[in-house]
């Protein structure tokens, strides 16, 4: 068995990143390139936001992508899904293939938009491709240049072939060789002249910085070691981007384990994920297991 088929066989460990998730790739060889430069284009659907991506398992980080579901930058996922409420605009300058794009659609939801500028016309047809997999036109729009306080026109130099590595800089001497392609791109000052009709309309919430939930939950045992478990929250006053959050589980006791399986609409461990409410689209299935000592 070659490196390639140990590390798809680990996807699912790194894709739930349990406990040294990194070293298991680093191991298996994720990391590596050499071991990656005939491999295929692969799908994955990206669990922070639920779309399909069309990613290279050639390139460094659509691999890690691939074997962790996200884009690698989670701090900066983070600080989006933290930030952006339903409705919002987001200005994504620099988008590349739509890694950010595409979550931060998922935040600011239907009533929302994002205006994606890249320049390299490689990584606009990815974007576009994602954008027309995901049925993401009312969401996202593509604009295929770059800003600047001023129009006019530069050249973009790719170093390798990384859609992420363009720089509208002199290339230093020493990198030269490394310039893949090089792209003449137009600049849009202030992106004057441009209209786009949000829909934006205040609601009751749009001032709102508190929120007040509700919690319910029950366990009912239906047989002498297994359970059923559920719980339902809902939002009773305040900031409302999502639905109401719930979770059904069933549960298994063997001797001094509980083993639990569950299905949520949401996956929040912190108060401000927790703000946000449960995913109306999406259903994430979990696993834990407890020990009574």
């Not at 990194?22 to 298996?28: E, F, I």
């Not at 701090?75 to 595409?102: C, E, H, W």
């Not at 959050?245 to 299905?263: I, M």
Request: hydrophobic share 35%; with cysteine; net charge negative.
């Amino acid at each position: 068995m070659n490196k390639q088929s140990v590390a798809l066989a680990l996807k699912g460990y790194s894709r739930r990143e349990l406990p040294g998730w990194g070293w298991v790739l680093r191991r298996a060889g994720v990391f590596d390139d050499s071991v990656w430069r005939e491999a295929p284009t692969a799908v994955a659907e990206g669990k922070l936001h639920g779309f399909r991506m069309e990613l290279d398992l050639r390139n460094w980080s659509e691999r890690q992508t691939y074997f962790l579901g996200r884009f690698y930058d989670l701090p900066t996922q983070l600080l989006v899904m933290r930030l952006l409420r339903r409705g919002d605009l987001f200005v994504d300058v620099g988008a590349n293939i739509g890694m950010i794009s595409a979550l931060a659609a998922r935040c600011v939801g239907p009533e929302g938009r994002v205006l994606a500028f890249e320049p390299n016309p490689d990584a606009m047809r990815r974007l576009r491709r994602l954008i027309e997999t995901n049925d993401l036109a009312e969401r996202i729009e593509a604009l295929s240049s770059a800003l600047s306080d001023a129009e006019g026109t530069m050249t973009l130099s790719v170093i390798t072939e990384h859609t992420g590595m363009g720089t509208l800089s002199e290339v230093p001497p020493e990198q030269r060789g490394l310039v893949s392609g090089t792209h003449a791109v137009d600049f849009i000052a202030g992106h004057e002249g441009h209209d786009h009709d949000l829909g934006l309309e205040e609601d009751e919430h749009a001032n709102h910085n508190d929120t007040w939930y509700m919690g319910f939950g029950a366990r009912l045992r239906f047989s002498g070691s297994g359970y059923i478990t559920g719980e339902y929250t809902p939002r009773l006053h305040g900031y409302d981007p999502n639905a109401s959050e719930w979770g059904v589980a069933v549960e298994k006791r063997t001797g001094g384990h509980t083993l639990q399986l569950n299905f949520t609409n949401s996956f929040a461990t912190t108060l401000g994920q927790l703000a946000r409410g449960g995913n109306p689209h999406d259903v994430y299935l979990g696993f834990n297991i407890t020990r009574r000592f």
